[in-house]
């Protein structure tokens, strides 16, 4: 029977992975928050010298992670050659580096910064109060999320993976949109670390199979899905895209759901759905086609046409195009103008323009989450996700 041998071939794709995870180290996770505007190098030296005059050691992990921005800050992505197996120390400072991948030298530049300040405020802090700008909330793995200047920044922050949305991001980005809609920010904001957007659902989330099986695997991901949309249609205030880099799949589709999204020009945006065996989803069925026309909604979501950022702002998907290497700057200064704006007006005003789709729109996320739980069954999307995942594992 057809589900048998899917079943079968996801526990072999998950097997995989499980051997492959058990022959890597794994990557650093960074947590560290990148503010509005970049580190100059003049903050980036301080902050060199500040590491030195900490009180407290701050242990293995940290020096790990200080030592592999400095590298990505000064260097670029790792360029040395492994060392062998017994070298400990030089392998454990090689994987830190080598797992920051492509982060832009500014963006660790920048981490570096905040990860010294992080350092230093807790070195000195027990007595003192942490200011209230650039408070970096708690509790989170796969999001930073700052406040500043009455903007709640969420940034996806798994830039080894080009910030695919796994599981428990998915799950993180609900709570974090629920803080913010009660909070006193007039404005939140999704932007992703390092030199991706997102690269859409994170494609191992199909490898972890519950002991219902497939069919239970899938029921969850609809369920996840649905919920995860209706966030973004319900929430109350002006929510703003600022896309760094590429945005692939579900990164794209939610887009249609946002009051403003500017782009940085490298960004792209993809939504790959048949290669996958997929079908549009985020509303997108009915925004796409609403914001841009039927026939280039098709070419997107039907023929998986990826646009670059200039043809995302001329079909009317993306506000504003800016270029890459003055984006943080002139984007983060549009928005904190913005966000000196009556809160109340604000968020009426975004009532009233979205108020009339909203009931329509969850009946359509309804009908998405459905169509695509078969989907994910079927032939076509287990061995298109099989694909991707034999690709990249590196045995
Ligand atoms: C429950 C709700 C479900 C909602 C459904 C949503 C539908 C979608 O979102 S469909 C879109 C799914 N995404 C994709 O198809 C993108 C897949 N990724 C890629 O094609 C490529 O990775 C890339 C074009 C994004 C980047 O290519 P590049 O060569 O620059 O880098 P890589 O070496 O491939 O990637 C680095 C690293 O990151 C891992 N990775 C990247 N994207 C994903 C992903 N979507 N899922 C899982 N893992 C991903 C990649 O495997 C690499 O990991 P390793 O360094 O460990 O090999």
Redesign the pocket.
Known sequence: MAVVGLSGRLARCYCLRAVRSSLRVP?LQLHVSKTAMGASQKDFESAVNQVKLLKKDPGNEVKLKLYALYKQATEGPCNTPKPGLFDLINKAKWDAWNAL?DLPKETARQNYVDLVSGLRSSSDSSSQVKPEADKKQAGYETLVITSEDHITKIMLNRP???N??N?QM?QEIMLALEAASKDDSTITVFTGSGD?YS???????FTDIPPGGVEEKAKN?AI??RD?VDCFIDFPKPLVAVVNG?A????VTVLGLFDLVYASDRATFH???SH?G?TP?GCSSYTFPKIMGLAKAVEMLIFGKKLTAGEAYAQGLVTEVFPDSTFEKEVWTRLKAYSKLPRNAMRISKQIIRNHEKEKLHAINAEESSI?QERWLSDECVNAVMN?LSQ?A?L
Request: aromatic share 14%.
């Open positions: 990557a991948g080894a993976k080009k695919a949305l599981t998915y991706y690269s859409g659902n994170d494609l191992t989330n991901g996840l899905l995860f590429p692939v799949g579900i990164s939504t790959p759905f996958l997929q989803e695509l991707f990249k590196k």
